[in-house]
């Protein structure tokens, strides 16, 4: 968790002296310095409370695989049905072991 509060609270302030550097250059640059500022909040959170930061991200892993589980399921569901309608892949050759 330390080393992820680390890199946040960089990336924070190193966008916030990118907004700072390029006001006369970009617009929306606002943007770019709030976003530094929540980086920061976030780390300085993340440093206080380090085992709530840990939960969050094992419960952000769990909501990612059952999420990717299910659209996976979907996928293999839609090619079962491409392959009742009929279709087949395209044969190719077997790689050779040694490609010469």
Known sequence: MFFIAIWALAIGVLR???AI???RKIS???WM???GIASVVFAFLLLLRPAVGA???VWAIGW???LMGGMLVMLSLELRGLRRQG???PLTEPPTRWAA
């Open 16 to 18: 916030i002296v990118a």
């Open 21 to 23: 550097r390029l006001r």
């Open 28 to 30: 929306g640059e606002v």
């Open 33 to 35: 310095a709030l976003s």
């Open 55 to 57: 939960l969050a991200i």
């Open 64 to 66: 990612y695989a059952l």
């Open 87 to 89: 279709y087949q892949a």
